[in-house]
């Protein structure tokens, strides 16, 4: 994906889990750090002790109104 990051313009929210052994936090970083460079918005968030998949309550709700605000402001027509 890095390899490809310059021509990506789509507003991008990055939500990883901060014990993702699938993929590492570090390349949720490295793709944020990289769309900021090129100034696309971007936001990152980091659910302490979640893996890949978000698991607890409050980390998933916070997850979908993230998601859910995200839409809204780039989305929503």
């Known amino acids: ?3 490809y990051v310059g021509q990506v313009a789509t507003p991008t929210l990055v ?5 993702d052994t699938r993929v590492p ?3 949720g970083w490295e793709m944020y750090n990289a ?3 090129i100034g696309v918005p ?3 968030v980091v ?3 979640e893996p890949h998949g978000i698991g607890e309550y409050h980390h ?3 997850l979908l109104e993230r998601a859910l605000g ?3 402001q780039y989305v929503k027509g």
Not at 15 to 19: K, Q, R
């Open 47 to 49: 659910y302490p002790r």
């Open 42 to 44: 971007t936001k990152m």
């Open 1 to 3: 994906a890095m390899r």
């Open 15 to 19: 939500l990883h889990g901060g014990n």
């Open 25 to 27: 936090v570090s390349q």
């Open 60 to 62: 998933q709700r916070d």
């Open 70 to 72: 995200w839409f809204d």
């Open 35 to 37: 769309l900021k460079t």
